[in-house]
């Protein structure tokens, strides 16, 4: 009944129906700012991200074919709004050009200390670890992302970081 509704929903919001649009948005916004705040580690720069996907998807929503899943659509642009974000910094910049945030303004920890030694991880291995672990994308597609590393790399790099993480003294 759920899907139902949901294909109801997407129908409405191809039509310009804004309140169909809205529910799905509601349905997704923490997944999606979750997300960006993980791979930015910067509350700001993930709230102006979530809006930008959120819009975005509202003006390519026409493009998601029958049948396709909105939650997956939708986080297949976040995750290239947040790449794209990631190599060219351009809303980074434009805070820290308004003084918003700091140059260095990038630490984000959580009560969980999991989570916290995720967070902390280098950009590379927080990214590819989140997108496989966590967002469930396979090797193949993390290395569509990641344009300098071959999906052995970052399968080994996966691993890698999950040895590192399971035998990290700090997590109980």
Not at 24 to 41: E, F, G, P, V
Request: proline letters at 1%.
């Amino acid at each position: 009944m759920q899907h139902d509704y949901i294909r109801l929903l997407i129908k409405s919001a191809q039509q310009g129906k804004k309140n169909a649009y809205r529910e799905l948005c509601n349905a997704n916004l923490k997944k999606i700012y979750n997300l960006s705040l993980r791979i930015t580690l910067n509350k700001n720069i993930a709230e102006i991200l979530t809006q930008n996907i959120f819009i975005e998807a509202w003006e390519n929503i026409k493009f998601l074919r029958e049948g396709q899943a909105f939650d997956i659509w939708l986080k297949s642009i976040a995750v290239y709004k947040i790449f794209d974000e990631m190599r060219t910094s351009k809303i980074k910049n434009d805070l820290v050009e308004k003084g918003i945030i700091t140059e260095n303004d990038f630490s984000v920890l959580s009560s969980d200390k999991f989570e916290n030694l995720i967070l902390l991880l280098p950009d590379k291995e927080r990214i590819a670890f989140i997108l496989h672990d966590i967002e469930e994308y396979t090797y193949e597609e993390i290395s569509d992302f990641i344009d300098d590393m071959t999906t052995l790399e970052i399968k080994n790099m996966i691993r890698s970081t999950r040895n590192s993480l399971i035998n990290t003294p700090d997590y109980d």
